[in-house]
């Protein structure tokens, strides 16, 4: 069965720094590119980032939002994502999905972790 | 980038009747290699999103029949054959063509 369980999430000063976790399994984690897409409370879906498979080179793309600011990463002996977030914002409370990619779309299994920016 | 556009944005059904949501992005969603990347996610009050439909028609596993994609180019629509009550929620269509990838505002599905 695919799992991916989302952690890492809390309360953080406006301008700190958070680092959430993906832990996947129950497919080849490194045949898969993988996303992060997050949801601000009360709103629609909004995609991160994404970081492509060993295959394409690891390739990294960002939303404009946060290029800069956040950082992803993947452990693939690990069958780990990561998304360290530095200098956050208030506009960066929202809950965070980990997803892998099927055919130029998502697949989410966790519940996600919330991620908090307030003073 | 591609917008996504959705209607309705609200959507009363009745239970046992068929229902349809429309998208529409600002650009084709055809690839060179001749797939649509066009995706359907429904999510159920306090639920991750889950994926339904990919590559415009086909859909995801575990997802029911009465669920199907269809459209061309740059209009697609969602049809549910038959409500069940299981199907209440908010409906996101998404393009993968290209970053960064966009979600429709999202359509949400009551009982009348």
Known sequence: EVQLVESGGGLVQPGGSLR???AASGFIFSDHHMAWVRQAPGKGL?????????????????????KGRFIVSRDDSEN??????????????????CG?????????????????VSS | DIVMTQT????????????????????SLV???GYTYLSWLQQRPGQPPRLLIYNLSNRFSGVPDRFSGSGAGT?????ISRVEPEDVGVYYCMQGLQA?????????????
């Open chain 1, 20 to 22: 959430l976790s993906c």
């Open chain 1, 46 to 66: 909004e995609w991160v980032c994404r970081i492509r498979n060993k295959i394409n080179s690891h390739t990294i793309e960002y939303a404009a939002s946060v």
């Open chain 1, 80 to 97: 780990s994502l990561c998304l360290q977030m530095n200098s956050l914002k208030a506009e960066d409370t929202a809950m965070y999905f």
């Open chain 1, 100 to 116: 892998r990619e099927v055919s130029g779309s998502f697949d989410f299994r966790g519940q996600g972790t919330l991620v908090t």
């Open chain 2, 8 to 27: 309705p944005l609200s959507s009363p059904v009745t239970l046992g009747q068929p229902a349809s949501i429309s998208c529409r992005s600002s650009q």
């Open chain 2, 31 to 33: 690839h060179s290699n």
């Open chain 2, 75 to 79: 209009d697609f629509t969602l049809q």
């Open chain 2, 100 to 112: 960064p990838f966009t979600f429709g505002p999202g359509t949400k599905v009551e009982i009348k």
